[in-house]
Every structure is written in structure tokens, then in C-alpha cells.
């Protein structure tokens, strides 16, 4: 054993690499990014020839994921809470097809959306797609359940979750590591029995009832995992069931005594053995979840139970946001410090472009074309440009997920608005923008597509692009009219002419592609 | 031996070396730690936070609870006023008096500080100006790990080593500038 001070999300990294991890997949996202950079800069990891390139988008990677499972080997797919929203097709039909090597879908949430558009819990797409889904409550679990996952996953031929939160994601701690590496697997992809993952209806049939048929084994795995723990407590008045990070908090408030039965859960399907004796030997059950109130609501059915069921349902924690040990320590009424009132010296600072930064003279020069042409709508997207929102820009007038820029834009086009303007990310652009803009280059939509291209995925630390060096490529192979795909320089020098040239594509009857191309001043500070 | 530590600041300010700097110290002395950041934000000047808890025993929750960390250390004084909720009425604040004005509402100034010093026990200082003193004005967070190290439980030595650690690889001059900037800062601090 040797001791490291680890991030969660590298706790789960090493833990992956210990036992015998072949590819990791991922496109990059808070809180989830720090695993495939952890990998990349992995010396063992590189001697290995482990995987680690970032991939174009979540879909992308959990499918890649998927083959190379399909061949025999340990891979691990990452992303934050909405990339399995775009993963999700992939992700529900490999617990159809099942799995061959061990596979690991790792989602990272966001609750209180520090860095996100929502707080949605990756653990109802685990009961969703029905597999098994790990909970890790320290970064030294996390480090114990990637090997735990791919045995479970190979074990039970099923893709295995890995719920992360962006507490443990993103919190630091002692890990003691294994000295004792686990071999990668041996490539094998010519068995015959690999006819599973042939989603005809006439083997899908075969296959769900089988992954029906599973659903006993994950509970009764789930029953001696050895991350589920139930501990007795003299006070019966009321019994806990705390999940992940949730139950650091119990923790915290008890002060590691806590005087009543606590199921600590970090393995679903929920143990039911250990589910049936808290039920049946406590009055109330108070359950403290991170995230979105899952077990709460299974607990208390549709109609609700009397009240017996407590936690974020009830009001006794709160129903949005992320747990913290003062509210967990009120939830059962233990005394906690008086705060003072919030001084009203201070002020908001939110987050703004860098000095330099390339979206800045972007945004200039499109809202200098925008202010003469008052029924114009802008359709943003995610990015660090989406800080175009906010003063002193106030240039866009959407953002909902990435590559909605350009989708919406045309749906707004449909309806009547002119001029629509789409405003995108180099990385969001190739992770769900290409597919829209084709859609647009198919009925020439009048909408002007503004491709910031910084060379790089700015907002999460400056990762690979790939469309780096061949946007315009990319766009006239799509099939955009090569007159109207203008590369500008966003410079303020250029001001006047990237006026001139934004104006006449947003008056132009049809498609357009205007690319704004200066790099990222992170990134090019780094290379220097 | 138990600590909890809040630092403070503006993005792009360093707070994460500070942290690091225990933390690699603490390790050293054989305690637990657990130090919940804030990443993602590529973008620089947001408000940025983190929490670094110290332990001989296990420590359970990654997030300290409001109303009981030992010390803040704020490298910027209004957010020293943001994060000043989770300090124990016996903590100490350790706060830097160089603004950072990125927006249009800053408070005046000399309210904020005066706001800082009614704290029963806080320390502001000039930390960049300390740093300039003895050197390099970029080794104002060595200035700030100085002011705090009385409060951390851990023998001074063991702090400086690891400072010296940090910074070998930048040579023996910028290790030196740093070395003294925590000793103006550990100065600047008797008496609290
Ligand atoms: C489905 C999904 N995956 C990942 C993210 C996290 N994320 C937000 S913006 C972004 C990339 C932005 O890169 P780019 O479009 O090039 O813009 P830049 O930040 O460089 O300006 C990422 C990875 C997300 N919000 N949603
Ligand atoms: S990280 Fe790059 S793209 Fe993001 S705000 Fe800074 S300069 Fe702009």
C-alpha cells in the first residue's frame, strides 16, 4: 500500500488503472474532467498504452466504450450528469446487449449546478436501464470500486454506473493505493456468443427478458456488497438510510456516533435484506440522499406514507441543492451555530471572459451588426462564450444544451424570425452542432451559424478540439455554400471589417457559416 | 489535532497552492486531510473557494459546516467578508488588503477592511506589498500561508520544507523569495 493524496474523480482513475483498465473514453465536463486528465498525464498509464484520448462527444465515447468491451477488455467511459443524456441510447441498449470485457459508465453530478444547466441524478438512469449502480461516500471507495465494477460487470455481463458528486469529485484526500497491479485482459472478439449484441428484435427479446432474470442477482449482490453497511443503533425512534457522500454528512452531524440503525448505501439495486430490517425496526425512516430524492420516493409510493418516510420530500432537508453538514445535523434537530447575517458589503462576482479572450472582440462586433437590426434573435450555446449573456454583451438570447444553438436557430427561422443567428463553440460544435447544421444545409435555412473557434474546449480547462485546423472543411463538406463560410480574426484591429462581413451573411436569404478563428489565451499562455 | 480552513478569493489568485502547500505538509505529519475545491471555471475573476480540513482522526464530511472552521484565509478582503459566515466565533481571519475590483459595485474599500478588523481576532495585511518587500510580489500566498501557519498545529519547519519542495523545480532564488515571504507573513501574525 502506498498513500497519495487523490481527487476523487483520480481515486477512481487509479483505482481503474490498478485493475487492468485498457481504454478510457470521455468528453470532458465538471465535475468529471479531472479522471481522463489524471489518465493522460499517467506515467504507468502511458508505459500500459492505456486509451486516453478524449472523444467528440458522450454518445461517442460510451459506444467506443462499448466496443472495446465487446472485445474483451476493461474500459471505462466518463462524463458529467448531461452527458448521459446524450448518451443514453448507447448506455440503455448495453444493458440490453450486455457487456463482455468489464465497462464502467461513470457519470459525475452537479447538484447546486455550480458548473451545469440542471441537477438531474444519474442514479434514476441506472434503475432506468436497470444495471447496477456504485455510490462511492469517500475518495477511498472510489479508488476500491472501479475494481469491484468491472469484476461486477463481468461477473454479471451488464455495464456497471459509477455515480460520482461534484463533493467527492472535486475534494481531495488520502488514498491508500494497492501495490499490486491487475494485468490487462487478453483480446478476444471472435466468440461466437458476442451474436448478443445483434439487436434484432428477435435476440433484443431474448436478451431483456435475460436482463430481467438479472435483477435478482444485482439485489442480492447489492445485499453483501461490501460497500453497503448496516450498523445498529440503541435509538429506534427513527433509522437512517444514507447514500453516498450522504453518509459523510450523517457522519459529520453524529460526530461518527450516530445513536440510530443507519443503512449506508453505495450499491444499487437497494439490499433488500438489509432494507426489510431497518423498515421493520424503526418508526421513521429519514433518508439523506445527495441529488434528486430517489430512495425517498420509492420509500413513500405514490400516495405517500403517513409522514413516515422523511428527508427532502418532507422539508426536512432541503428539496433542491447539495447536502452540507449543517443541514443534515438540523434534519434531526441537533443544535447548530447561530450564523451572523450576510454582510451587505458583499457584492456578486460572477465569473467573466479573460482579459484577451477571443469571444470578447466576437461579441463586439456581432452586437455592433445586431443594434441596426432589431428583430434579430441570437441562439447561444455552452461554453465559456456563454458568458455572452451577461453584461457587458448581453448578446444571446438562449442556452439550453450543446449544439442547441444551431437546431433552435433554424426551428426560430422556420417560424418567421430574421435574422436567426447561431452562436457555437469550436468543441460544442463537433460535439452535436454538425448534425443540425446539415439539417440546415438540407432546406438552405436563412440562419447565419457564428463559430467561435478558439482552437480548444475552453470552459473545462483548454482539452482537445477535434475540429482544430479544418472547421472550414468540415463545414463546406457538410455541404455550406463555400462563398458563404468567412474565417474572420477577432482582433479589434479587425473590428470594422468583421462588421462589414457579419452583416452581409446575416442579411444573406440563406445558410451561412461565419468563423470567428483567434485561439484561446489560456492555452496559448500554456504552450508558451 | 483537528483543523478546518477556509480559503477564499478571486479566480485565477492561487488559493489551490496555498491549499496544496498544507496539504502535502500534513501528509508529511501523518494526519488526514480532505480539501474540497472549486474547478471548472476556466474563465478568471469569479469568486472561488475552498475548504481544507486537518485531522489526527478520520474526517467524515469533505465540506466544513458553517459557523465552525479555525481560520479563513482570504487572498481578497471582500471575499474574506463572503466567506466570513463559516469561521467559529473564536476563528481567526487571515486577509489580504489588496482588492481585486473586477466589478462595477465594489464596496468602498476602507468599510470592508474596517469590517474585516472588528473581527475579534483578524489580521489584515498588504500581503502583496509584504511579498514586493522581500522579493517577488507573486509570492503573496506565501505571505498568507505565513500569517496562518501559528494556527495550524504543525511545526513551522515541516512547512517549509514543503514550500521548498514546491518551488525546487523554479530554482533556489524563487525558493528563497518564497521562503521569506512566509517568514514576513508568520511575523506579521504574532500577537493574534
Ligand atoms: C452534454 C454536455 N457535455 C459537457 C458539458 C460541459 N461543457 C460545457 S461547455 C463545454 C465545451 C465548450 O467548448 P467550446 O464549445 O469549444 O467553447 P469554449 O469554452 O472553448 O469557448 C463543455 C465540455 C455540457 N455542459 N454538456
Ligand atoms: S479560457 Fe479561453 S475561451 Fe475561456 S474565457 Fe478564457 S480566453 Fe476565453
Redesign the pocket.
Same mark, same amino acid.
Given at each position: 500500500m502506498t498513500q497519495l493524496l487523490l481527487l476523487g474523480d483520480e481515486a477512481l482513475a487509479q483505482g481503474a488503472l490498478d485493475a487492468g483498465l485498457s481504454g478510457c473514453y470521455a468528453?470532458?465536463?465538471?465535475p468529471s474532467?479531472e479522471i481522463m486528465e489524471y489518465l493522460q498525464g499517467s506515467r504507468e498509464a502511458a508505459e500500459r498504452g492505456v486509451h486516453r484520448e478524449w472523444s467528440c462527444?458522450?454518445k461517442v465515447a460510451m459506444e467506443e466504450g462499448l466496443g472495446m468491451s465487446f472485445a474483451g477488455k476493461r474500459a471505462m467511459v466518463c462524463?458529467?450528469h448531461?452527458?448521459l443524456?446524450?448518451a443514453a441510447d448507447g448506455f440503455v441498449n448495453a444493458a440490453v446487449t450486455g457487456t463482455h470485457g468489464g465497462l464502467l459508465v461513470v457519470s459525475a453530478d452537479d447538484p447546486s449546478m455550480h458548473?451545469?444547466?440542471n441537477e438531474q441524478d444519474s442514479r434514476f438512469y441506472a434503475q432506468f436501464a436497470m444495471v447496477p449502480c456504485l455510490e462511492p461516500s469517500s475518495q477511498q471507495e472510489a479508488y476500491a470500486m472501479a475494481a469491484h465494477g468491472f469484476a461486477l460487470s463481468e461477473r454479471m455481463e451488464t455495464p456497471v454506473l459509477v455515480r460520482l458528486c461534484t463533493r467527492l469529485s472535486h475534494s481531495r484526500a488520502n488514498v491508500a493505493v494497492s501495490v499490486d497491479k491487475q494485468p490487462m485482459k487478453e483480446l478476444d472478439a471472435l466468440n461466437e456468443m458476442r451474436g448478443r449484441f445483434v439487436l434484432l428484435p428477435v435476440i433484443a427479446k431474448r436478451n431483456y427478458v435475460r436482463l430481467c432474470e438479472k435483477q435478482d442477482e444485482f439485489a442480492r449482490l447489492s445485499e453483501e456488497s461490501p460497500f453497503n453497511r448496516y450498523s445498529d443503533g440503541p435509538d429506534r425512534s427513527i433509522g437512517v438510510i444514507a447514500t453516498g457522500i450522504g453518509y459523510n454528512y450523517l457522519q459529520e452531524a453524529f460526530a461518527g456516533a450516530c445513536p440510530h440503525p443507519v443503512l449506508k448505501i453505495s450499491q444499487y439495486p437497494l439490499p433488500k435484506r438489509q432494507l426489510s430490517r431497518l423498515l421493520a425496526e424503526c418508526r421513521q425512516i429519514m433518508v439523506i440522499e445527495e441529488g434528486m430524492p430517489l430512495v425517498e420516493q420509492m420509500l413513500r409510493g405514490p400516495l405517500g406514507d403517513g409522514g413516515r418516510t422523511r428527508g427532502r420530500l418532507t422539508g426536512d432537508l432541503p428539496r433542491t441543492g447539495e447536502l452540507n453538514p449543517r443541514a443534515v445535523a438540523q434534519a434531526f434537530g441537533l443544535p447548530a451555530p447561530a450564523l451572523p447575517a450576510a454582510s451587505p458589503l458583499v457584492k456578486m462576482r460572477p465569473p467573466r471572459l479573460c482579459d484577451g479572450c477571443p469571444?470578447a472582440n466576437s461579441y463586439d462586433a456581432l452586437n455592433e451588426v445586431l443594434k441596426s437590426r432589431p428583430t434579430s434573435r441570437v441562439f447561444g450555446? #455552452? $461554453?465559456?462564450? @456563454?458568458l455572452g449573456a451577461l453584461p457587458p454583451y448581453n448578446a444571446i438570447h438562449t442556452c439550453v444544451?450543446?449544439g442547441a444553438s444551431i437546431a433552435m436557430a433554424k426551428g426560430a427561422a422556420d417560424a418567421g424570425v430574421h435574422p436567426a443567428v447561431a452562436v #457555437? $463553440?469550436?468543441? @460544442?460544435?463537433t460535439?452535436?452542432g454538425m448534425t443540425a447544421l446539415l439539417d440546415a444545409v438540407w432546406e438552405n435555412s436563412p440562419i447565419t451559424v457564428v463559430i467561435?473557434?478558439?482552437?480548444?474546449?475552453?470552459?473545462?480547462g483548454?482539452?482537445t478540439?477535434q475540429a482544430a485546423g479544418h472547421m472550414e472543411n468540415i463545414c463546406a463538406g457538410l455541404g455550406v455554400a463555400p462563398e458563404h463560410i468567412r474565417i474572420l480574426t477577432p482582433l479589434p484591429k479587425h473590428h470594422a471589417a468583421n462588421v462589414e462581413a457579419l452583416a452581409a451573411e446575416l442579411d444573406y436569404a440563406g445558410l451561412s457559416v461565419v468563423i470567428l478563428r483567434r485561439e484561446?489565451i489560456q492555452t496559448l499562455r500554456r504552450k508558451k | 489535532m483537528k483543523k478546518d480552513i477556509v480559503l477564499a478569493g478571486v479566480g485565477g489568485q492561487g488559493i489551490l497552492t496555498i491549499a496544496s502547500i498544507i496539504g502535502q505538509a500534513a501528509v508529511k505529519q501523518g494526519l488526514n486531510i480532505k480539501q474540497s475545491e472549486v474547478h471548472g471555471m476556466?474563465q478568471r475573476g469569479g469568486a472561488v473557494l475552498a475548504h481544507l480540513r486537518l485531522s489526527s482522526d478520520a474526517i467524515h464530511s469533505d465540506l466544513i459546516a458553517p459557523g465552525t472552521a479555525d481560520a479563513l484565509i482570504a487572498v481578497e478582503p471582500m471575499e474574506a467578508l463572503r466567506q466570513a459566515e463559516s469561521l467559529h466565533p473564536q476563528g481567526v481571519i487571515l486577509a489580504n488588503s489588496r482588492p481585486v475590483a473586477n466589478i462595477g459595485d465594489y464596496p468602498e474599500l476602507e468599510t470592508v477592511l474596517a469590517a474585516l478588523r472588528a473581527y475579534p481576532r483578524s489580521l489584515v495585511i498588504d500581503a502583496e506589498a509584504m511579498a514586493a518587500a522581500v522579493g517577488s510580489a507573486r509570492a503573496m500566498n506565501m505571505v498568507m500561508l505565513g500569517a496562518v501557519s501559528p494556527f495550524l498545529g504543525m511545526p513551522v519547519e515541516v512547512l517549509e520544507a514543503t514550500i521548498a519542495e514546491a518551488f525546487a523545480r523554479k530554482g533556489p532564488e524563487v525558493v528563497a523569495a518564497n521562503r521569506q515571504a512566509f517568514a514576513a507573513g508568520q511575523a506579521a501574525a504574532k500577537g493574534i
Open positions: 468528453y470532458p465536463g465538471t474532467t462527444n458522450e462524463m458529467k448531461v452527458g443524456n446524450v458548473s451545469s444547466q469571444h450555446d #455552452i $461554453g465559456c462564450y @456563454t444544451d450543446m #457555437i $463553440g469550436d468543441s @460544442t460544435f460535439h452535436s467561435l473557434d478558439n482552437g480548444t474546449t475552453g470552459m473545462t483548454g482539452q478540439s484561446c | 476556466a
